[in-house]
């Protein structure tokens, strides 16, 4: 299949798993035959040249520095979420180049996504969407209705020629709970994958009656890294000891350090920056139980499976995205989004409470037969084949098929800050 | 005129109407609504006479929901969802599922964001738009920006109309004057004319009455029928008045307005490109609606140099044009003194209505050209 790919961050620059994931499955389509081509926005972060398969011709307005907000915020806003003219122009352009059989959507926040999916609507282009965030939400609540309604987003039967995926069941939820979207079809719940390197090897838990914990990923608040401190003071203060937390990950890390410098916990939590993936199984391998109080609205966390693929057991937010596939006490521990606990399922770890074996190697199986990526990137391709259809190109050839975006684009302008005809 | 193009592939023609307001005292009462209400009856009184079939509905905004028949034309009111005040700016998101059953899309006070708004949804679902400018609004990004040429046709009230929007359009662009009710808008039973001059139109400067109340005549009895929008110039009208034989009807209903064309002897409208208060005007008259009630109801006509009056006043027999001031006093005067017009020009006038303003004919026309233009756009 020729397969264009839209998301509005790619690798060398990336937020978060979201990005990687993305030029993850690009590798493997491409791995596969198919012949891909991403459509994506300039990265500012050095990086190797770019593939010939990676076209940077969006723009994005998001993630951003935005110090001229105040010039402009509601253009700011406008472009972020409702639209963009210039990606629309791109788009355009792109799909006159490389005639898809079907685009495949990613993130859209910061490009401009309503009008994006309305283009391709308008021209019948056949589109999927892999959700790995709110994005139908962001795109519906970025702007008021009558500024939706120029581009059909007021209307959720309007997505319906999309196949949409997503990531859990969790995030579809969230996307309706937090109004003004409503899926007109079931969702596709692909749920994530790990990339595992060789066989499960049975491995020894708490070896020498020390337990290590482990965090990885962003080092953010909600992703419970200032829970994991506070829990961390509680078993000091209670005169737990023999363990050790190890943080691994870029972002807010100098003020975590000072926070643990401050909660006098210093000598058992200890933040290593970012390491390369190949490390980071190393570390899962050598470590009991994975932290991971993120929050409610984590939609899938691709690092607490990875760690689970070596049997290190997933401590997680009970109602979170991840939790979908996690049974608890089966292959991993579901708990309370609180310090308490948090600190109440490590005490449980570290005195052998917890069952670390039996769950670490369930959980293990699990992962490397429920979450393998070859069986995630079969799903992605089935709902990609399901779109497939014939769709008229000439209809982009159309002299005014860039006057129509134009209009749209000026008019939403000019209803959402009330400008008078 | 017509543009000329084959048709002979359409067999059917589903037309929606759109419009930001519709002709009722919730909404707006102006000659723009009222076009829409006769051009949907007009069509229907054409449908008979076409070589396809013709239905048509009418959508339109306003306060709340509501649906009506006009004249067996089903029209349905949609809330306004735009909170700005400016109603030319109306837009509800409901048009996106109803206009899809349709094949042609007109499009009315198209220089409007209203229009605009309306024109992305018939270019979106790939349906035949038609646009027509009734003089509510001049949307730069339609002009001259482009966003005209989102249009597979204009159909435009008048020749001087069609000069205003031309330059901006390339494709079909028909000038369509009418249609007129010649039913309702009819001669009286009895000949009874009074000497007496009628101006009706909503009371506005660039309608410049002021000017006719300058100009008439000692004894010269002059009726005013339209409501006060404008409260200063209102007052200004009243002033001037004093001392001459001027009534003012504030509130004619149809009925009113019928008998007041009917008892009258002679129509003039004066409007202007330059109000009392020297402000510019720049569509002052796209089609002149009353002055061809009145010549429907076989009533002579004076009227102003001004915009698309003098189309309306192509045989002098019935119907003067008049350049300024002084013409208009000596028109006035003739007419005082019983020199014009002659015995006869009220048949002709009513004569000429109907068979080029009256329904069938103004429908027919406009019905091929909906055809001419969507045959072309969706080809054989």
């Not at chain 1, 994991?228 to 737990?240: H, K, N, P, W, Y």
């Not at chain 2, 609504?33 to 009184?45: C, G, H, P």
């Not at chain 2, 009371?203 to 109340?213: E, S, T």
Request: with cysteine; aromatic share 10%.
């Amino acid at each position: 299949m020729k397969i264009l790919v839209v998301s509005n961050i790619y690798p060398p620059f990336w937020i978060g798993g979201y990005e990687l994931i993305c030029a993850s499955i690009v590798a493997e389509l491409r791995a596969r035959g198919h012949d891909v081509l991403v459509a994506t926005t300039p990265s500012h972060i050095p990086g190797p040249p770019d593939p010939p398969h990676v076209r940077r011709c969006l723009r994005l307005s998001a993630h951003l520095p935005n110090y001229a907000v105040s010039a402009g915020e509601l253009w700011w806003v406008h472009a972020r979420d409702t639209s963009d003219l210039d990606n629309v122009f791109a788009l355009h352009r792109m799909l006159g180049e490389f005639a898809p059989d079907v685009v495949f959507l990613w993130n859209l926040h910061g490009i401009g996504g309503l009008h994006l999916i309305d283009f391709l609507n308008v021209h019948r282009v056949p589109w999927a969407i892999y959700l790995g965030d709110r994005v139908f939400e962001q795109m519906v609540n970025g702007a008021p209705a009558h500024v939706n309604a120029i581009f059909r987003g007021d209307d959720p039967d309007y997505f319906a020629s999309g196949g949409v995926m997503s990531v859990s069941q969790h995030l579809v939820d969230e996307i309706t709970s937090l109004g003004n979207f409503s899926f007109p079809r079931p969702p596709t719940i692909v749920h994530g994958y790990v990339l595992t390197s060789g066989p499960y090897i049975p491995r020894s838990y708490r070896p020498g009656g020390r337990t290590r914990f482990l965090a990885a990923g962003r080092v953010a608040e909600h992703k419970g890294i200032g829970l994991i401190c506070d829990a961390v003071a509680r078993l000091t203060r209670l005169g737990v000891g023999g363990f050790e937390v190890n943080i691994f990950g870029d972002g807010d890390v100098a003020f975590y350090v000072n926070y643990v410098n401050a909660l006098s916990i210093a000598h058992c939590v200890t933040f290593h920056g970012a390491v390369p993936q190949q490390q980071l199984d190393d570390q899962y391998r050598s470590h009991d139980a994975f932290l991971f109080p993120t929050w409610s609205r984590e939609p899938f966390a691709f690092a607490p499976f990875e760690a689970a693929a070596h049997g290190c057991v997933p401590i997680v937010t009970a109602n979170c995205g991840c939790a979908e596939r996690i049974v608890d006490n089966v292959h991993g521990i579901k708990i309370e989004r609180t310090a308490d606990a948090l600190a109440d399922a490590m005490r449980r770890v570290i005195d052998g409470t917890i069952a670390l074996e039996r769950i670490g190697t369930a959980t293990a199986a699990m992962v490397r037969t429920d979450l393998s990526f070859s069986g995630h990137v079969d799903k992605i391709v089935g709902v990609l084949s399901g779109q497939r259809r014939q769709w008229d190109r000439s209809s982009i050839d159309d002299p005014r098929a860039l006057l129509l975006p134009f209009v749209k684009h000026h008019l939403s302008l000019a209803f959402r800050v009330g400008a008078t005809s | 005129m017509v543009a000329q193009r084959p048709f002979a592939a359409v067999s059917r023609l589903r037309v929606a109407h759109v419009s930001p307001g519709y002709f009722a005292d919730e909404s707006l009462i102006g000659g723009g609504e009222r076009y829409v209400s006769y051009i949907t009856r007009a069509l229907r009184e054409a449908g008979g006479s076409l070589p396809f079939s013709l239905s048509q509905a009418v959508f339109a905004i306003g306060r709340k929901d509501l649906a009506f028949s006009d004249g067996g034309v089903p029209v349905t009111v949609f809330a306004n969802q735009n909170p700005s005040p400016d109603t030319m700016a109306g837009m509800s998101g409901r048009l996106w599922q109803v206009l899809g059953d349709f094949d042609v899309i007109h499009v009315h006070q198209a220089l409007t964001f209203f229009g605009c708004y309306c024109a992305v949804i018939a270019r979106s679902l790939g349906k035949t738009l038609i646009m027509t400018d009734l003089g509510g609004g001049d949307c730069g990004l339609l002009l001259e920006h482009g966003g005209l040429r989102l249009a597979d046709g204009l159909l435009s009230i008048s020749q001087f109309a069609r000069s205003l929007v031309g330059p901006y359009f390339r494709g079909p662009h028909a000038a369509i004057v009418g249609p007129v009710d010649t039913a309702t808008f009819v001669p009286p039973v009895a000949q009874g004319r009074r000497r007496e001059v009628l101006c009706v139109g909503r009371l506005l400067p660039h309608k410049g009455i002021d000017r006719v109340i300058d100009a008439l005549p000692a004894g010269l009895a002059l009726r005013i029928v339209g409501r006060p929008y404008h409260r200063k110039y209102y007052s200004l009208l009243v002033r001037r008045a004093r001392g001459k034989q001027v009534t003012f009807v504030l509130d004619a209903d149809d009925a009113g307005l019928l008998a007041c064309y009917q008892s009258a002897g002679l129509f003039v409208q004066a409007s202007t490109f330059t109000d009392c208060y020297g402000h510019q005007v720049r569509k002052p008259e796209l089609m002149g609606l009353t002055t061809l009630e009145a010549l429907a109801t076989g009533l002579p006509v004076a009227v102003a140099d001004t915009a698309s009056l003098p189309e309306l006043a192509d045989d002098p027999r019935f119907a003067l044009v008049f350049r300024d001031d002084a013409e208009l006093r000596t028109v006035l005067a003739r007419f005082a003194a019983g020199l014009w017009p002659d015995p006869g020009a009220s048949e002709l006038a009513r004569r000429n209505s109907v068979d080029r303003y009256g329904f069938p004919v103004v429908g027919r026309q406009i019905a091929e050209f909906y055809a001419a233009v969507h045959a072309e756009r969706v080809g054989p």
